[in-house]
């Protein structure tokens, strides 16, 4: 991998930042095959990212960050997924956690942390996965802060992060709040137990918290229902919305790779009576297909990112139903960026032929990334919520995974 620009002198407008992040790609494509069989933790890989001044993107000027938004952070996952799966999820978890800043958090945290990570180039781990138990918040005897207790799997880049966003419900009065809790806090340690099919450089272990101690400046929003506002609650949209460019992206990534295969590598079959395999009919028909439906979800996904770009700038204005509208839309994506990932990452090796299976090649790394990431909620009930508002005009109901 290769180094990036200096962070100094970063770029300023959605294009330039496209060209950087594709930059980093190309660093990160050099050696992805043998960084994902190697299985480390991605310290370089991160601090390629660092270099390249991709972490402070959503942070506005004013606290020293690019001041850009979601529609240029979701193409930029896009790029990184198109080398490397692991890192764009690194990279889209830490925009969605960070933007709790904004999306949930009041002025004094945007000043405690914002400033920080812009300066220090932070990288935002989570520990809110919500199918484990709540971790317990026990308040101090002397009301000044708590301890938090408990476990989170699949704690994705807690470990490798700067801080670490998760919840915890306040013992007595059952209140969930989410917290900021830094990297080396007393009592946080992290399991390194990832060890999965795909995803493999997403430190995505497990995260234990044995009597943290939490300040009370570390509460950035309590997740009660009654402080939950459309705006708050467009965390989990988005983080969907961040999936299906994250499929998307890994898809795109596949097929050029099969490209240059072909193009190089792959031999007309003895039956064809052609000279090259780039001449072969039904070869060409099947790229035809791919491209076509990854065009076709690349445009659904652009108009997706501009939703989710409007319907932060509405702010407070924001109404719960415009919000269900917008889940809804990333509900599709989610569907359809699945379905043309899974079969892009298979059919590759259709494309390029049996000589492409060899180990070397690495073409399986697309469909492992994409197979493992796709279960992280079942699809099936983003089917049954787009037909669900077609049929009968239903808005998906608040949680985090809606």
């Given amino acids: 991998m290769t180094e990036t620009h200096d962070t100094q002198t970063g770029p300023t407008g959605h294009e330039e930042w496209i060209v950087r992040a594709r930059e980093v790609a190309d660093a990160l494509a050099v050696d992805a095959l043998e960084r994902d069989r190697a299985g480390q933790d991605p310290v370089a890989e991160l601090r390629l990212l660092r270099e390249a001044g991709l972490p402070a993107l959503l942070i506005p000027r004013r606290f020293g960050g690019a001041g850009q938004g979601w529609r240029t952070a979701l193409a930029v996952v896009r790029e990184i997924a198109r080398a490397d799966g692991s890192i764009a999820q690194l990279l889209g978890y830490h925009y969605i956690n960070l933007d709790n800043l904004w999306l949930a958090a009041g002025p004094e945290a945007q000043e405690r942390y914002a400033r920080p990570s812009a300066e220090g180039q ?45 919840s915890g419900e306040v013992t007595g009065t059952g209140e969930q709040l989410l917290l900021v809790v830094p990297h080396d806090a007393p009592g946080l340690t992290f399991g390194q137990d990832w060890d999965n099919l795909g995803q493999r450089l997403s430190a995505s272990g497990g995260a234990g918290f044995d009597g943290v101690p939490i300040a009370p400046d570390q509460v950035i929003a309590s997740l009660a229902k009654e402080h939950t506002s459309p705006r708050s609650s467009l965390i989990t949209p988005i983080i969907q919305a961040v999936f299906g460019h994250l499929y ?35 070869r060409l028909a099947d790229y035809g297909d791919l491209v076509a439906r990854l065009a076709a979800t690349a445009a659904l996904a652009d108009r997706v990112a501009g939703h989710v770009q ?25 569907v359809v960026s699945t379905d043309v990932a899974l079969d892009t990452t298979t059919k590759v090796f259709e494309l390029t032929g049996a000589r492409a299976t060899a ?27 787009v037909g669900d508002h077609y049929l009968n005009g239903t808005l998906p109901d608040f949680t985090l995974y809606t």
């Fill in 122 to 166: 932070w990288l935002w781990g989570d520990a809110v996965n919500p199918i484990d138990p709540d971790l317990k918040l026990t308040p101090n005897p002397d009301g000044n802060g708590y301890r938090l207790d408990g476990t989170k799997t699949f704690a994705t880049g807690a470990s490798t992060g700067d801080v670490v966003l998760t």
């Fill in 248 to 282: 998307l992206g890994i898809a795109e990534g596949a097929l050029a790779a099969a490209r240059a295969y072909t193009r190089g590598t792959s031999r007309p079959w003895v039956l064809s009576g052609l000279a090259s395999a780039t001449e072969d009919p039904y």
């Fill in 310 to 334: 409007a319907a932060v700038d509405r702010g407070a204005e924001l109404t719960w139903q415009e919000r269900g509208e917008l889940a809804v839309e990333v509900a599709a994506l989610k």
């Fill in 359 to 385: 180990n070397r090649h690495g073409f399986d790394r697309f469909w492992r990334n994409v197979r493992t990431h796709t279960l992280h909620d079942p699809v099936s009930y983003k089917r049954r919520e």
